[in-house]
C-alpha cells in the first residue's frame, strides 16, 4: 500500500530534550516535506527536500532540523525543543512535478513540549 | 495579509443543502490550485484539483476566477460524510515548490 508514514504519532516532551520526529514513504517520490498546523494559521512549511541530500528552508524553519540520507526517509529534528513548537506536524511527498501531482500526507504527529 | 484566505465558518446546514465557499489568494502568480479536505485533524487529503475551466466531480464542483483571484469549492445535495474543513490550496512556481494552505473553512452538515 502506497502510504507516508510517521513516528512517533503522539509524543509529549519537556523543554531542551532533543527528540526526532521519522517520516518514511514508499512510493519513490523524490519531493518530500515537512508542515506544522496551528490553529487558525493553517498548514506552514518548516522544511522540504527536492532529492537525496537535497533540503531547503521552508516558511519556519526555526528550532528546526533535517536531513535527506536516504529516499524514502526524511526525520525532522527538534535539537532544543521549546513550548512554541507544540503543535500537528505532517510529512509529505510528492513525485517532481508537484503542480499537476498531490501531495500525499502522513497521518501526523502531536507534539506537546512543557 | 496572508497568502491564501478562507472564512473559516463554521457552515452548518442541513443535509440535501447546498454549500459553496470561498477562496482568495494574494500571489498574482500562483500557478495551480486545489481543495483539500481534512477531518477532526487527520492528514488533509486531496479533493480535487482546480482548473480556471472548472471541473466537476460528482456533487462537488470547483472554480478558478484568475482576474479576480479567487476558487470556489460547490457543494450539492451536502451528506453528514461532508462534515469536515476544506482546506484551499495553491502553488506557486518558486524554488520553494510548496503548498500554500488557507486556514481552512469548516463545515458540519446536519441531519
Known amino acids: 500500500e502506497a502510504q507516508v508514514t510517521q513516528n512517533p504519532r503522539y509524543l509529549i516532551t519537556v523543554t531542551g530534550k532533543k527528540l526526532t520526529v521519522t517520516c518514511s514513504q514508499n512510493?519513490?517520490?523524490?519531493?518530500m516535506s515537512w508542515y506544522r498546523q496551528d490553529p487558525g494559521l493553517g498548514l506552514r512549511q518548516i522544511y522540504y527536500s527536492m532529492n537525496v541530500e537535497v533540503t531547503d528552508k521552508g516558511d519556519v524553519p526555526e528550532g528546526y532540523k533535517v536531513s535527506r540520507k536516504e529516499k524514502r526517509n526524511f526525520p525532522l529534528i527538534l535539537e532544543s525543543p521549546s513550548p512554541n513548537q507544540t503543535s500537528l506536524y505532517f510529512c509529505a511527498s510528492s513525485p517532481v512535478g508537484l503542480y499537476k501531482e498531490t501531495q500525499y500526507f502522513g497521518p501526523g504527529t502531536r507534539l506537546l513540549v512543557l | 495579509r496572508k497568502e491564501v484566505e478562507q472564512d473559516p465558518g463554521p457552515f452548518n446546514v442541513p443535509e440535501g443543502a447546498t454549500v459553496a465557499f470561498n477562496c482568495t489568494y494574494s500571489n498574482s502568480a500562483s500557478q495551480s490550485f486545489f481543495w483539500y479536505r481534512q477531518d477532526c485533524r487527520k492528514e488533509p487529503k486531496l479533493l480535487m484539483s482546480v482548473y480556471s475551466s472548472g471541473n466537476e466531480d460528482g456533487r462537488f464542483t470547483a472554480q478558478l476566477n484568475r482576474a479576480s483571484q479567487y476558487i470556489s469549492l460547490l457543494i450539492r445535495d451536502s451528506k453528514l460524510s461532508d462534515s469536515a474543513t476544506y482546506l484551499c490550496v495553491v502553488t506557486s512556481y518558486t524554488g520553494r515548490r510548496a503548498l500554500t494552505f488557507g486556514s481552512g473553512t469548516r463545515l458540519q452538515v446536519q441531519p
Open positions: 512510493m519513490n517520490h523524490e519531493y
